[in-house]
């Protein structure tokens, strides 16, 4: 019988609050790891949990390489697959504290959704990542068109998220208010502005040329002084569609709406480096471009601590382990410089050696 037994709606749903009340996940995680449950149900044939046993978990895992994508139509990546294993292993890890599952299911029955190691190694292995330069991303800016609203916004925001590094969710939900022109800032309040771990902070935009400044500037003076918008109107306002001769859906202006989600924001990122007849780089890989520029500018610890904390990371670390990967013709360039004759003098060595204990300092440790 293909339906979920009571007891199955239940647990999935005190699941899922588990996970954002207690783990505090987001929801587009929580969707994930529901989305991965419902897979093993349909594998199952929706038995009640409590009967799993370890011949489900291996002919889960089997069966998840056989699936196919969606999206490209081919087998599912072994990440996709670790993923899922993973969230079905936590789910079952959190089943067996729970009372009617407790007694009813094996620890180590549970370790059988481990993949190989051969497969996790694969599953985990980092893949090159495709960051624009700031040279590009300027490129495209200039070349976008602003003789319309709409252009005028799309340009704005193009140039918005290069100042400041802000996830996409944070630019559709950001409001007027949010935006200090003379000190440059951009105030992401949590309770209005949707933030990562709805964190609040402030970031100050980045030195990344006149070009970004002079584009939000004139976009946030043309929403108040022409448009009349107040504080509390959106930054970015959706597109408003109207029915044309032919009864078709067009853009005809701006709406003092925000956007419900990212969708927009991306494609206006895929045509303005069409437009510039380059790769696409979509929204959250400037935060990846702006790591690389501060390691290219920072000059001491502190300087990219200062960095790492405008992009929202409490710990330097992150900016590091998340976005901070040598490129492969940085990697050879620094091996080549590795192999000349050192060209620091000892008081060099010593200055750095000094700032680096500050920085440990500075870090706690």
Same mark, same amino acid.
């Given at each position: 019988?293909?339906?979920?037994?009571?007891?199955?709606?239940?647990?999935?749903?005190?699941?899922?609050?588990?996970?954002?009340?207690?783990?505090?996940?987001?929801?587009?995680?929580?969707?994930?790891?529901?989305k991965?449950?419902?897979?093993?149900?349909?594998?199952?044939?929706?038995?009640?949990?409590?009967?799993?046993?370890?011949? +489900?978990?291996? @002919? $889960?895992?089997? %069966? #998840?390489? !056989?699936? =196919?994508?969606?999206?490209?139509?081919? &087998?599912? /990546?072994?990440?996709?697959?670790?993923?899922?294993?993973? +969230?079905?292993? @936590? $789910?079952?890890? %959190? #089943?067996? !504290?729970? =009372?009617?599952?407790?007694?009813?299911? &094996?620890? /180590?029955?549970?370790?059988?959704?481990?993949?190989?190691?051969?497969?996790?190694?694969?599953?985990?292995?980092?893949?090159?990542? =495709?960051?624009?330069?700031?040279?590009?991303?300027?490129?495209?800016?200039?070349?976008?068109?602003?003789?319309?609203?709409?252009?005028?916004?799309?340009?704005?925001?193009?140039?918005?998220?290069?100042?400041?590094?802000?996830?996409?969710?944070?630019?559709?939900?950001?409001?007027?208010?949010?935006?200090?022109?003379?000190?440059?800032?951009?105030y992401?309040?949590?309770?209005?502005?949707?933030?990562?771990?709805?964190?609040s902070?402030?970031?100050?935009?980045?030195?990344?040329?006149?070009?970004?400044?002079?584009?939000?500037?004139?976009?946030?003076?043309?929403?108040?002084?022409?448009?009349?918008?107040k504080?509390?109107?959106?930054?970015?306002?959706?597109?408003?569609l109207?029915?044309?001769?032919?009864?078709?859906?067009?853009?005809?202006?701006?709406?003092?709406?925000?956007?419900?989600?990212?969708?927009?924001?991306?494609?206006?990122?895929?045509?303005?480096?069409?437009?510039?007849?380059?790769?696409?780089f979509?929204?959250?890989?400037?935060?990846?471009?702006?790591?690389?520029?501060?390691?290219?500018?920072?000059?001491?610890?502190?300087?990219?601590?200062?960095?790492?904390?405008?992009?929202?990371?409490?710990?330097?670390?992150?900016?590091?382990?998340?976005?901070?990967?040598?490129?492969?013709?940085?990697?050879?360039?620094?091996l080549?410089?590795?192999?000349?004759?050192?060209?620091?003098?000892?008081?060099?060595?010593?200055?750095?050696?000094?700032?680096?204990?500050?920085?440990?300092?500075?870090?706690?440790?």
């Amino acid at each position: 019988m293909n339906k979920k037994s009571t007891n199955n709606v239940r647990i999935i749903y005190e699941y899922s609050k588990y996970l954002s009340e207690a783990k505090r996940l987001d929801k587009s995680t929580v969707d994930g790891v529901m989305k991965s449950i419902n897979r093993f149900e349909e594998y199952v044939g929706y038995i009640d949990f409590n009967k799993f046993r370890a011949k +489900h978990a291996i @002919g $889960f895992k089997k %069966y #998840l390489f !056989t699936k =196919k994508s969606i999206v490209t139509g081919n &087998n599912l /990546s072994k990440a996709t697959i670790l993923t899922a294993t993973r +969230h079905l292993k @936590g $789910f079952y890890q %959190y #089943l067996i !504290t729970q =009372k009617g599952y407790r007694g009813k299911i &094996n620890y /180590s029955d549970i370790e059988y959704f481990n993949l190989s190691e051969k497969d996790t190694r694969i599953a985990n292995a980092k893949r090159p990542k =495709k960051v624009a330069t700031i040279e590009q991303i300027i490129k495209a800016l200039a070349m976008m068109p602003s003789s319309t609203e709409i252009e005028m916004r799309d340009r704005a925001l193009f140039a918005f998220v290069v100042l400041t590094g802000a996830r996409d969710g944070a630019v559709a939900s950001a409001k007027i208010k949010h935006i200090d022109i003379t000190e440059q800032s951009f105030y992401q309040d949590a309770r209005e502005v949707n933030t990562k771990f709805s964190k609040s902070f402030t970031t100050y935009f980045f030195p990344v040329g006149e070009l970004p400044l002079k584009v939000l500037s004139e976009w946030v003076g043309y929403l108040i002084n022409e448009l009349g918008y107040k504080p509390n109107d959106p930054l970015f306002p959706k597109t408003k569609l109207s029915h044309n001769k032919n009864q078709q859906f067009e853009a005809t202006g701006l709406l003092k709406d925000h956007w419900s989600n990212a969708d927009p924001i991306r494609k206006v990122f895929k045509r303005a480096f069409e437009d510039a007849e380059l790769p696409y780089f979509n929204p959250h890989s400037f935060r990846n471009t702006l790591v690389r520029l501060g390691e290219n500018l920072c000059r001491t610890p502190e300087e990219f601590k200062a960095w790492s904390q405008n992009l929202g990371h409490e710990s330097v670390l992150t900016s590091f382990y998340s976005y901070g990967d040598v490129p492969d013709y940085k990697q050879a360039e620094l091996l080549r410089k590795l192999a000349k004759p050192a060209e620091g003098t000892s008081s060099d060595i010593e200055e750095q050696f000094k700032q680096f204990m500050q920085f440990q300092k500075m870090m706690g440790k």
